[in-house]
């Protein structure tokens, strides 16, 4: 079984930065793909990143391509995404997703 817990959101004005983490646990992280999701208010849960297990391969929603960028770090059993240039429409609850785990969220929330 694994947990994952995010970190790293908060609220920021358009166009600022924000570094979120998913820290595992319960079992090592590093032979699965990792994905980042996001859910706005009264929108459906959709894909925003995915990285493959050793990093060679990232993947990214069109919406945020060349402003989001998904890294890890499997000795730390972690997993990252920076999140440049924000815009209003990125405020949503950001997830960590391992197989079939779930992390609780982190709230991020882009003022304009």
Do not use: H
Not at 25 to 45: C, H, L, V
């Amino acid at each position: 079984q694994v947990q994952l817990v995010e970190s790293g959101g908060g609220l920021v004005q358009a166009g600022g930065s924000l570094r979120l983490s998913c820290l595992a646990s319960g079992r090592s992280i590093n032979t699965y793909a990792m994905r980042w999701f996001r859910q706005a208010p009264g929108k459906e849960r959709e894909f925003v990143a995915g990285i493959s297990w050793n990093g060679a391969s990232t993947s990214y929603a069109d919406s945020v391509k060349g402003r989001f960028t998904i890294s890890r770090d499997n000795a730390k059993n972690t997993v990252y995404l920076q999140i440049n240039s924000l815009k209003p429409e990125d405020t949503a609850v950001y997830y960590c997703q391992c197989q079939n785990y779930w992390g609780q969220g982190t709230q991020v929330t882009v003022s304009s």
